[in-house]
C-alpha cells in the first residue's frame, strides 16, 4: 500500500531546495558522476526527458528509519505555514552523502541531505491543517512537524480524501506478495476499499512486468510511444472472467494506449486470431470507427506468443 510521507519545508533551507531541485528540474548529467551506472540507468528510464525532482534528509535523529520505508508510489506532501501547498510522487530513492553535497551542500550542524528520493507528478495544492487533520483523524490543533511517514490506515485516509493516488508509479511487489496479498483480501468480506486494494495490487503487478520503470511505452495495438499513463494494462481475457493466478500472470495483459486501441480491443470491435489483428465487423460502426479498425487490422500482435495464445483465443471466441 502505498504512503504518505509529511514534508515540513518552512525553513530557509528547504525553501530553497524544493525552489532549486524540485520546483526547478535537475538534469541527469549533474547526477550521474555520484551514482552507480545501474541507478543511473534507471533514473533514465524513469525521467526519459534527462530531468528529475529530488529531495533529500539529513541523518539526523530518526529520519535514516523513516527514509528506509519509503516506497516508489508513496505521495509526498510538503507544508508550510498552516498548510500544505504541493504533493509529488516517489519514483526511487537512494544514499549517496556526495550527490547531497552537490545539489545542497551542507547545513550549519556539518549534515548534507544524504537520504535522497526522487519525485515526479508535482501538483500543486492548498489543504489547510485543520482538512488534513480532519481526514486523517489527528486533532484539530495539531501542526505537521518534522520529516515523517504515515502508516498504512493514516495514509489510505489522506490519499483517499485528497485523490492523491499515482497511475504511474506503483510500489514495488513480487508475485508471491501479490497473490498472498489478494488472497488475503479476497477472504475478508470485501468492502468497496478492499477490492480497490487488490485492485490496484494486481495493477501495479502487472504494469511493472509490461513497463519496468520506464515512464514511456509502446502501444501493442497501433505501435505508437506514449507516457504511461496513456497506456492502459489490458487485459487480453476479461478479468472478470479469470481465475485468481490467471488475474496475476503477467501474460494476461498487454499495453494498449486509451487513444482507441484499448476501447476497440476491450469492446471487441477488434481481436487477435494467430497472432494478428482482426475485424470483427461488430456493429453498430460508424464511418470515423472503420477507419481506426483498418489502421489495426491485418496488422501483427507482438504481444501473441505462445504464454498468451489461450488468453487471445477467448478473447477471438468471446468478440465473434
Ligand atoms: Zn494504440
Redesign the pocket.
Known amino acids: 500500500m502505498n504512503k504518505v510521507i509529511l514534508q515540513p519545508s518552512g525553513n530557509k533551507d528547504a525553501r530553497e531546495h524544493f525552489l532549486d531541485t524540485i520546483e526547478t528540474n535537475v538534469n541527469l548529467t549533474r547526477i550521474g558522476p555520484h551514482i552507480s551506472v545501474n541507478d543511473f540507468q534507471v533514473l533514465q528510464d524513469i525521467y526519459p526527458s534527462g530531468s528529475c525532482k529530488v529531495w533529500g534528509v539529513t541523518p539526523g535523529g530518526s529520519n535514516q528509519t523513516k527514509w528506509s520505508r519509503i516506497e516508489t508510489g508513496d505521495i509526498t506532501l510538503f507544508s508550510r505555514e498552516g498548510s500544505i501547498y504541493a504533493s509529488a510522487v516517489t519514483t526511487y530513492k537512494l544514499h549517496c552523502h556526495s550527490l547531497a553535497a552537490e545539489l545542497w551542500n551542507y547545513n550549519a550542524d556539518g549534515q548534507t541531505w544524504e537520504y535522497i528520493y526522487f519525485l515526479d507528478e508535482l501538483r500543486g495544492l492548498s489543504i489547510s491543517y485543520a482538512t488534513f487533520n480532519d481526514a486523517v483523524g489527528y486533532k484539530p490543533s495539531y501542526i505537521i512537524q518534522g520529516f515523517s511517514v504515515l502508516d498504512a490506515s493514516k495514509s489510505a485516509a489522506v490519499i483517499q480524501a485528497f485523490d492523491l493516488q499515482s497511475s504511474v508509479f506503483y510500489a514495488d511487489i513480487s508475485k508471491d506478495e501479490c497473490l498472498e496479498a489478494i488472497s488475503y483480501l479476497t477472504s475478508l468480506n470485501e468492502t468497496e476499499a478492499e477490492i480497490q486494494s487488490s485492485r490496484r495490487l494486481e495493477q501495479g503487478y502487472l504494469q511493472k512486468h509490461l513497463f519496468g520503470r520506464k515512464t514511456v511505452g509502446t ?1 501493442a ?2 505501435n ?1 510511444d506514449y507516457p504511461v499513463s496513456f497506456l492502459v494494462t489490458a487485459h487480453i481475457k476479461r478479468r472478470s472472467q479469470c481465475t485468481l493466478e490467471e488475474r496475476i500472470d503477467h501474460h494476461v495483459v498487454m499495453p ?2 486509451s ?3 484499448d476501447q476497440m480491443f476491450e469492446k471487441g470491435y477488434v481481436s487477435v486470431l494467430d497472432g494478428v489483428y482482426v475485424d470483427m465487423k461488430k456493429t453498430p460502426s460508424s464511418h470515423h470507427l472503420q477507419k481506426c479498425i483498418d489502421q489495426l487490422a491485418g496488422k501483427l500482435c507482438t504481444y501473441y506468443n505462445d504464454a498468451t495464445r489461450p488468453y487471445f483465443e477467448w478473447h477471438y471466441d468471446y468478440s465473434r
Open positions: 502501444c495495438g497501433c505508437r494498449l494506449c487513444m482507441g486501441c
